[in-house]
T-cell receptor, first 113, second 115 residues
Framework: AQSVTQLGSHVSVSEGALVLLRCNYS??????LFWYVQYPNQGLQLLLK??????LVKGINGFEAEFKKSETSFHLTKPSAHMSDAAEYFC???????????FGTGTRLTVIP | ETGVTQSPTHLIKTRGQQVTLRCSSQ?????VSWYQQALGQGPQFIFQ???????GRGNFPPRFSGLQFPNYSSELNVNALELDDSALYLC??????????????FGEGSRLTVL
């Protein structure tokens, strides 16, 4: 069954620095992959998704992710962190034929002024 | 466009009690999924409802049950509450269709504490 692993439960970056949040997937078939963001005391919001079209996916708020089959990775990046980016980020994979998502354990991003 | 709304936002129950959580889906969405998010964890799929029928279930015991109504709103019921049921329960609505499951729209959740 498809799954994802997020490396690093906490990431701290300085304001203006590069954001890199890591996600590796496990799937025997071409996966559909997603990044969601959760702000404190809120539900999850879709940042971006990969559905086997372009391997570089652009999302909201300046985030993007690159699907790398050779590395089974789907890392999330943003060139310049903003204070408002502080949140919990979840990588997820669609369970083929199961009609639901498997979420990683999340990475909490802290942005230091 | 009305978003996903959940109620109640917070509630406290004791072990053995029963709880009902409610969800109104986003306008135009016909599918509702429920997820459990324990503290410090990612959301885990409980089940999904489409056309008032259960359309997939995760690894949760039968004491977790649900309903979907003709207006696509939904309820999550948990019987015989256990301490480990303490979590944020998230409802997500979507529009059924080919490979469209990733387009989930989440509510803000119902935080359940079991004492």
């Amino acid at each position: 069954a498809q799954s994802v692993t997020q490396l690093g439960s906490h990431v701290s970056v300085s304001e203006g620095a590069l954001v890199l949040l890591r996600c590796n997937y496990s799937s025997s078939v071409p996966p559909y992959l997603f990044w969601y963001v959760q702000y404190p005391n809120q539900g999850l919001q879709l940042l971006l998704k990969y559905t086997s079209a372009a391997t570089l996916v652009k999302g909201i708020n300046g985030f993007e992710a690159e699907f790398k089959k050779s590395e089974t990775s789907f890392h999330l990046t943003k060139p310049s962190a903003h204070m408002s980016d502080a949140a919990e980020y979840f990588c997820a994979v669609e369970r083929t034929g199961a009609n639901n998502l498997f979420f990683g354990t999340g990475t909490r991003l802290t942005v230091i002024p | 466009e009305t978003g996903v709304t959940q109620s109640p936002t917070h509630l406290i129950k004791t072990r053995g009690q029963q709880v009902t959580l409610r969800c109104s889906s986003q306008s135009g969405h016909n599918t509702v999924s429920w997820y459990q998010q324990a503290l410090g964890q990612g959301p885990q799929f409980i089940f999904q409802y489409y056309r008032e029928e259960e359309n997939g279930r995760g690894n949760f015991p039968p004491r977790f049950s649900g309903l979907q109504f003709p207006n696509y709103s939904s309820e999550l019921n948990v019987n015989a509450l256990e301490l480990d049921d303490s979590a944020l329960y998230l409802c997500a609505s979507s529009l059924s269709g080919t490979r469209n499951t990733g387009e989930l729209f989440f509510g803000e959740g119902s935080r359940l504490t079991v004492l």
